[in-house]
Nanobody, 116 residues
Framework: QVQLVQSGGGLVQAGGSLRLSCAASGTIFSINTMAWYRQAPGKQRELVAVITNDDGTIYADSVKGRFTISRVNAKNTVYLQMNSLKPEDTAVYYC??????????WGQGTQVTVSS
């Protein structure tokens, strides 16, 4: 199995920046993609960004040009750099990994709150 432990998040003023981290352990050799999702209260969890095992990236239209997903440290850690944050970015952010061996794994989630 893949275990994901998140860090980062918190309170930030609109226009500010935050960086989320997600450290993977376990059968990390089996990970095809890693991703960040977010979920606001009463809303469906939505995909924010994806990074493939060859470092290709995909972003939701709502975050293009503002957020950057990356994976470094021999792919043990994935980051989400969030710039120019808006109040509508406020949500619980979840790291996810798709493993061809064990399927979907989720991080514990971390709150990001952007004040106006």
């Amino acid at each position: 199995q893949v275990q994901l432990v998140q860090s980062g998040g918190g309170l930030v003023q609109a226009g500010g920046s935050l960086r989320l981290s997600c450290a993977a352990s376990g059968t990390i050799f089996s990970i095809n993609t890693m991703a960040w999702y977010r979920q606001a209260p009463g809303k469906q969890r939505e995909l924010v960004a994806v990074i493939t095992n060859d470092d290709g990236t995909i972003y939701a239209d709502s975050v293009k040009g503002r957020f950057t997903i990356s994976r470094v440290n021999a792919k043990n850690t994935v980051y989400l750099q969030m710039n120019s944050l808006k109040p509508e970015d406020t949500a619980v952010y979840y790291c996810a990994a798709d493993s061809r061996y064990s399927g979907r794994s989720w991080g514990q989630g971390t709150q990001v709150t952007v004040s106006s």
